[in-house]
């Protein structure tokens, strides 16, 4: 079984340019998310799939594996079905290039138990919101699950509401993804739907048709590089590391 890892990292964030390259301790930030990746040895190979030749110059400098992309895609995971089409795998594990904190442990958990060969298959990882002020957050996505661990639902509002209870516990959506070749090309010739041109949550697509996405829950610490204020706490948690 072929499982490829793919690190997206664009340069033209709107809330922070050129956020892969960003410095953490002497290095960018893509280096430390790769080098995370990297020591996982289920994976066959581990590429950076960008747009700008910036991040490129900067992964030869540092002999880490590229891949071109196409600077049009509209989502993640049409970079991801462009690496497909260039890549050949049974499986494509996607770890955000914001997150130089996750562990390889943690990416592991994503990985299918079994070969899912004739069937779409989608996979994501949650944890347990460890603030409150994360929950009314619409930058983190919240995630529902059944007993079976199938997403029951995906948003950017906190779900679910506490009608009758607050005895329970709020999960969030953590960084990393895996999909087999016929989940990325079912959701490049899938339109967007209701509820994703709504809330711009990428993976409604799937829900919206009725595609179970598989959540395995994680005990992770990662923290997600969306601000300069998040990279001066990941700073911070490496040089105490240190």
Same mark, same amino acid.
């Given at each position: ?14 809330? #922070?340019? $050129? ?13 430390? &998310?790769? @080098? ?10 581990? #590429? ?14 540092? $002999? ?12 993640? &995971? ?8 260039? +890549? ?8 955000? $290039? ?26 994501? =990882? ?22 079976? @661990? ?10 679910? *509401?506490?009608? %009758?209870? !607050? =005895? *329970?516990?709020?999960?969030? !959506? ?9 989940? =990325? @090309?079912? *959701?490049?010739?899938?339109?967007? $739907? *209701?509820?994703?041109? +709504?809330?711009?949550?990428? /993976?409604?697509? #799937? /829900? ?33 590391? %240190?």
């Amino acid at each position: 079984m072929k499982i490829v890892a793919v690190i997206p990292a664009r340069y033209g964030s709107s809330r #922070f340019p $050129g956020k892969p390259l960003a410095d953490i301790c002497g290095k960018p930030m893509i280096w430390w &998310v790769y @080098n995370q990746v990297t020591q996982i040895q289920e994976f066959s190979d581990v #590429f950076i799939a960008t747009d700008d030749e910036r991040i490129v110059t900067v992964c030869e400098q540092y $002999g880490l594996k590229s891949v071109i992309t196409s600077s049009d895609h509209s989502t993640h &995971v049409h970079r991801i079905h462009e690496v497909s089409d260039k +890549i050949d795998a049974d499986y494509y594990v996607v770890v955000c $290039g914001d997150e130089p904190l996750i562990s390889p442990d943690v990416i592991r958990t994503v990985l299918p138990k079994s070969e899912v060969a004739d069937n779409i298959y989608v996979g994501g =990882l949650c944890r347990y919101f460890s603030d409150p002020a994360e929950v009314i957050d619409p930058a983190n996505i919240k995630v529902v699950t059944n007993d079976k @661990n199938e997403c029951i639902l995906l948003s950017r509002a906190v779900v679910p *509401f506490p009608y %009758k209870t !607050v =005895l *329970f516990r709020y999960k969030k !959506v953590v960084g990393v993804e895996c999909y087999n070749k016929r989940a =990325l @090309n079912f *959701f490049v010739s899938a339109p967007k $739907g *209701f509820l994703e041109s +709504i809330e711009d949550v990428t /993976l409604q697509r #799937f /829900l919206e048709n009725k595609i179970h996405i598989k959540y395995e829950m994680v005990d992770s610490v990662s923290l997600s590089v969306d601000t300069r204020r998040d990279l001066e706490k990941v700073i911070e948690i490496i040089k105490n590391r %240190k």
